[in-house]
């Protein structure tokens, strides 16, 4: 990878606080710009003008890149078809990543300066039923295997607590306690917070730990609250599995790592609680990320109404 680039995640992660998964993001994102620049440098556009980017023996000559570049490349990502939020964030990644040059002196002028950014239109996120839910929970209750009563466990925790995947899987031995009956974990930003869990949670997370639990470990000392079959920690892509094969037992055609958490906040301000509450127990920095899902909860009791109202 370029050392500019390197340099720009580094800063991004150390100044930035950036979390893992927008790092890796940015990261795959600018390493798709690097290959696109050179398939282009070197090659006018037109005979006798200077080539949108040039290749050095240390890579991009970022000071080289026109803003013809970037919008064809632009161009180039749309033509792939990614969603809108995808290529929002692209442009955004390489705008950043253009700020960055031109505030560390690598760059006389910017190239991205009066690009606009793609407009993506916010998606409500998607909730399931509380029959979905149900439908759900039961699918890895008809399994007593250790890896059933694990499954069983997270999926009571996540739709108990509102948690992320990421901070789900982050999860330590230390980080719970069934006596208390509360949940340590920690969101975006490395900011901590404390969830109770309920009775339900409990007794699924008290099964696991003392009956499936440490048939699944494969070192005594490991710290992961979840591991996979292998005994160390579990992955987000490994529960991604997990959760999309029980959709597809329960009958859920359409359904997300966090759709656990979306239908968890639904749920709760449905119910009555506090919208300050549920931001604090999701972890929301502002309280307009959590207000989407009080607009989520008027689209259900109006599609409801629609449901036990037909139209004549």
């Given at each position: 990878m370029d050392q500019h680039i390197q340099d720009f995640l580094n800063n991004l992660s150390v100044e930035k606080n950036f979390s893992d998964n927008t790092l890796a993001a940015y990261r795959n994102d600018l390493s798709q710009l690097e290959e696109y620049l050179r398939t282009v440098a070197s090659h006018p556009a037109y005979p006798g003008e200077a080539a949108d980017a040039v290749v050095t023996p240390t890579g991009i000559d970022w000071d080289s890149v026109t803003k013809?570049?970037?919008?064809?490349y632009v161009l180039f990502i749309k033509e792939k078809q990614y969603a809108p939020a995808t290529v929002a964030r692209k442009v955004a990644a390489t705008k950043s990543f253009f700020h960055y040059c031109l505030a560390e002196g690598i760059v006389g002028d910017d190239p991205t300066a009066t690009l606009d950014s793609p407009k993506v239109g916010r998606s409500l996120p998607r909730a399931i039923s509380?029959?979905?839910?149900?439908?759900?929970?039961?699918?890895?209750?008809?399994?007593?295997?250790?890896?059933?009563?694990?499954?069983?466990?997270?999926?009571?925790?996540?739709?108990?607590?509102?948690?992320?995947?990421?901070?789900?899987?982050?999860?330590?031995?230390?980080?719970?306690?069934?006596?208390?009956?509360?949940?340590?974990?920690?969101?975006?930003?490395?900011?901590?917070?404390?969830?109770?869990?309920?009775?339900?949670?409990?007794?699924?997370?008290?099964?696991?730990?003392?009956?499936?639990?440490?048939?699944?470990?494969?070192?005594?000392?490991?710290?992961?609250?979840?591991?996979?079959?292998?005994?160390?920690?579990?992955?987000?892509?490994?529960?991604?599995?997990?959760?999309?094969?029980?959709?597809q037992k329960a009958g859920i055609e359409e359904i997300t790592p966090h759709t656990l958490r979306h239908s968890f906040a639904t749920h709760m301000l449905a119910n009555g609680a506090n919208l300050r509450d549920v931001q604090e127990l999701l972890g929301h920095a502002n309280i307009a990320t959590t207000q989407i899902y009080t607009h989520l909860t008027n689209e259900q009791k109006r599609s409801t109404y629609d449901r036990a109202h037909p139209r004549a």
């Open positions: 013809r570049a970037i919008v064809n509380v029959e979905e839910i149900d439908a759900l929970l039961a699918e890895p209750a008809k399994d007593g295997s250790a890896e059933g009563l694990r499954d069983r466990a997270m999926l009571e925790l996540l739709y108990a607590t509102g948690m992320r995947v990421s901070e789900l899987v982050a999860l330590d031995m230390d980080d719970i306690s069934l006596a208390a009956g509360y949940v340590r974990c920690f969101g975006k930003g490395g900011k901590e917070r404390t969830i109770p869990i309920h009775a339900e949670a409990v007794a699924a997370l008290e099964k696991y730990i003392q009956e499936a639990r440490q048939r699944l470990i494969s070192q005594a000392g490991e710290q992961a609250l979840f591991v996979n079959h292998r005994g160390t920690r579990l992955t987000r892509q490994g529960f991604w599995l997990i959760i999309k094969e029980y959709a």
